[in-house]
T-cell receptor, first 115, second 113 residues
């Protein structure tokens, strides 16, 4: 089975600064999807950004961008101009592109935003 | 927002009692999943379904069973609840031919005393 590793259990960032959350994964597949989900205290899981493995261009959604390094199996999330509302647990996820459609999640990074 | 409803949202029960959590979707998505979320473990897959009456085990399926008799409903049953099954349970859905992401329900917090 694929594994997803988030090596930073907790991170903090000053408001308006930039922070990068790390994620690595292990797979033998060439085609797959990667995601970052945000879970605020409300507990709702919210999609932040997605990346298709066949795309070389890094995905960007407003203040959120990724650094996708396929050969290194790395998928980091950069949050620019951090806001208080960015404080949450962030989960990295991997989805197989073949049959089964299974998703694998990392253990999460808790992000604190300091005013 | 994806139409996913979990019930109950909160439940306290005693060891040894049966518990059923329900997930209802209005999106007609083929794939449905049950995850549990525990501190330090992230989300772990319990069972998933790829169609009516088609289900398979995930990485933490022991002590759990599921059923899917209709596209819109996916039930998770704990036949005899144990304290180790105290957790937050999430239902999720996806459509293989759509955006590829998982859509989550609001979660159900289960406490087994």
């Amino acid at each position: 089975a694929q594994t997803v590793t988030q090596s930073q259990p907790e991170m903090s960032v000053q408001e308006a600064e930039t922070v990068t959350l790390s994620c690595t994964y292990d797979t033998s597949e060439s085609d797959y999807y990667l995601f970052w989900y945000k879970q605020p205290p409300s507990r709702q899981m919210i999609l932040v950004i997605r990346q298709e493995a066949y795309k070389q261009q890094n995905a960007t959604e407003n203040r959120f961008s990724v650094n996708f390094q396929k050969a290194a199996k790395s998928f980091s999330l950069k949050i620019s101009d951090s806001q208080l509302g960015d404080a949450a647990m962030y989960f990295c996820a991997y989805r197989t592109a073949n049959t089964g459609n299974q998703f694998y999640f990392g253990t999460g990074t808790s992000l604190t935003v300091i005013p | 927002d994806a139409g996913i409803t979990q019930s109950p949202r909160h439940k306290v029960t005693e060891t040894g009692t049966p518990v059923t959590l329900r997930c209802h979707q209005t999106e007609n998505h083929r794939y449905m999943y049950w995850y549990r979320q525990d501190p330090g473990h992230g989300l772990r897959l319990i069972h998933y379904s790829y169609g009516v009456k088609d289900t398979d085990k995930g990485e933490v399926s022991d002590g759990y069973s599921v059923s899917r008799s209709k596209t819109e409903d996916f039930l998770l049953t704990l036949e005899s609840a144990t304290s180790s099954q105290t957790s937050v349970y999430f239902c999720a859905i996806t459509d293989r031919w759509n955006t590829g992401e998982l859509f989550f329900g609001e979660g159900s917090r289960l406490t087994v005393l």
